[in-house]
């Protein structure tokens, strides 16, 4: 496991201490730990591996992209879906404790030319946030759609981070309305493009809204990740390219290349 400062590109076990590990609604939880070699490697889409457990149970780590670094304080932070067991142990974690991480491992989010749209459901916002916080001259609009009431401080924390995101509510409690489909642009230029994560219905909807131009219109998705750097296969995706691994191909998928919306 390495604690020292090195640059290279190649993934590597790291040695974290949590600074923080927060519940922003009964779903959705933050953790942020300090491993300054592992922030200053981190680009825009990539991702590491949480070991939720000093001991070999659970064995395998957890995928998460990156949701901010902080290179000054040596920081970084996943945002995290609570779904069972390993992202459970992830919201116990007690600051000053110390977590193994691996990483970065996937293929960096790709350079824009023009501006992109930005549309994501729930946690999915996470894959895109330290790029539009590090480029938000790239950025033309950043849409978010979460179920409502107790996402509150979710809110507040992407919109601290992101002024420019626009939030919408399944259930109209705050935000610009119940859904982003009323206000998602069409008619795209030449350039422009929409980058999305989120659960499966949610892509399955964004495809059919651009049914006249899903060459516009891109997928980041998630599989069930094993080894993170290319050797397990367990991520592939069936694409009309091929099979693609997620973590060691390709991070952006065009609508049209795929029907595989992912886990
Ligand atoms: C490249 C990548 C990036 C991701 N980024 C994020 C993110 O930023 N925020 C977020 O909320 N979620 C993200 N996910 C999904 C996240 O990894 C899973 O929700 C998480 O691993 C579930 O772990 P668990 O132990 O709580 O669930 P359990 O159901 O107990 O997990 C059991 C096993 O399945 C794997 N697993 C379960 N669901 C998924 C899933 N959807 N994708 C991959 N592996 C899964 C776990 O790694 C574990 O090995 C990402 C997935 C991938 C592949
Ligand atoms: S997780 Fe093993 S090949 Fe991608």
Not at 56 to 83: H, Q, T, W
Not at 108 to 128: C, E, H, Q, R, Y
Not at 159 to 169: G, N, Q
Not at 228 to 254: H, I, P, W
């Amino acid at each position: 496991m390495s604690d020292t400062c090195s640059h290279t590109n190649k993934i590597d076990d790291f040695k974290c201490i949590v600074v923080s590990s927060e519940a922003l609604s009964d779903k959705i939880g933050w953790l942020t730990v300090r491993c300054r070699e592992l922030a200053e490697r981190i680009l825009p889409g990539t991702c590491v591996m949480v070991f939720p457990s000093a001991s070999n149970d659970p064995l395998l780590g957890r995928p998460f992209a990156v949701a901010d670094v902080d290179v000054i304080k040596g920081e970084l932070s996943v945002c995290y879906m609570v779904i069972g067991r390993g992202t459970e142990m992830m919201l116990r974690m007690s600051p000053g404790s110390e977590v193994r991480l691996r990483g970065p491992f996937g293929v960096p989010l790709p350079s824009v030319d023009g501006k992109i749209n930005i549309a994501a459901g729930g946690a999915g916002i996470a894959t895109f946030l330290y790029f539009a916080k590090k480029y938000p001259e790239k950025v033309a609009d950043i849409f978010l759609g979460i179920p409502g009431c107790g996402y509150e401080k979710y809110a507040a924390r992407i919109s601290e981070l992101i002024p420019k995101v626009r939030i919408f509510t399944d259930d109209g409690t705050f935000g610009e309305g119940n859904s982003m489909f009323k206000v998602l642009p069409k008619g795209l230029g030449e350039s422009e493009k929409i980058w999305s994560c989120g659960p499966p219905g949610f892509l399955k909807a964004l495809k059919k809204h651009y049914e006249d131009e899903t060459e516009k219109l891109y997928f980041s998705l998630d599989k069930r990740m094993a080894c993170g750097y290319g050797g397990c296969m367990g991520c592939v995706v069936e694409t009309v390219n091929g099979q693609k691994r997620l973590c060691a191909d390709q991070s952006l998928f065009r609508a049209d290349e795929v029907t595989d919306y992912g886990n």
